[in-house]
């Protein structure tokens, strides 16, 4: 499975937009870019999952860029529930369903 | 929808004995995994059951195991527990329609030894 690497933690204020970028510089032509949030005490939950170019759902956009060496999460104008851990995660979507989680970044928002 | 559910939530046992924490996942899904999450490893990879079977397993000792039963339900048990076992055990399930890497995290259980 393709290491990744991203920021420890950020900081950021109610209303911004956060981005968060993770460098996966080994990534395969079959690895796809998940990310998950977790909160204090909970289980991780899927945000959004991409292979190339931009995804957008309800919650947030992937920006993944032609090389596919880094992607970044954008969260839009963040409120205080939006302080959690974020994970980044790459490898093939074949079905077997083994994540390997990182450190994550964890995104504290301030009021 | 309902949810993937753990049981119990929170759990206290003493070094050497031994627990069965219990997973329902999502209904539908026919795969359930088993995660670690301490402060120190962060979520590690315990093992993940497919229609019984199990098809992945972490690098764990043999006295974590896990088991699937024909309605999706799992089990995982750990035997002579250790202080170092004290963690979060966290269920995901995922169907087999759906996306390898779209899990869907139960809350855990809290577990401490000591």
């Known amino acids: 499975l393709a290491k990744t690497t991203q920021p420890i933690s950020m900081d950021s204020y109610e209303g911004q937009e956060v981005n968060i970028t993770c460098s996966h510089n080994?990534?395969?032509?079959?690895?796809?870019i998940t990310w998950y949030q977790q909160f204090p005490s909970q289980g991780p939950r899927f945000i959004i999952q991409?292979?190339?170019t931009k995804v957008t759902n309800e919650v947030a956009s992937l920006f993944i860029p032609a090389d596919r060496k880094s992607s970044t999460l954008s969260l839009p104008r963040v409120s205080l529930s939006d302080t959690a851990v974020y994970y980044c995660?790459?490898?093939?979507?074949?079905?077997?369903?083994?994540?390997?989680f990182g450190k994550g970044t964890m995104l504290l928002v301030s009021p | 929808k309902a949810g993937v559910t753990q049981t119990p939530r929170y759990l206290i046992k003493t070094r050497g004995q031994q627990v069965t924490l219990s997973c329902s996942p999502i209904?539908?899904?026919?795969?359930v995994s088993w995660y670690q999450q301490t402060p120190g490893q962060g979520l590690q990879f315990l093992f993940e059951?497919?229609?019984?079977?199990?098809?992945n397993k972490g690098n764990f000792p043999g006295r974590f195991s896990g088991r699937q039963f024909s309605n999706s339900r799992s089990e995982m048990n750990v035997s002579t527990l250790e202080l170092g076992d004290s963690a979060l055990y966290l269920c995901?399930?995922?169907?087999?329609?759906?996306?390898?890497?779209?899990?869907?995290f139960g809350p855990g259980t809290r577990l401490t030894v000591t």
């Open positions: 209904s539908g899904h026919r795969s």
């Open positions: 995901a399930s995922s169907s087999l329609q759906g996306k390898a890497y779209e899990q869907y």
């Open positions: 059951y497919f229609s019984e079977t199990q098809r």
């Open positions: 991409g292979y190339k």
């Open positions: 995660l790459v490898g093939p979507d074949s079905g077997y369903s083994t994540l390997t």
């Open positions: 080994n990534i395969a032509t079959n690895d796809y």
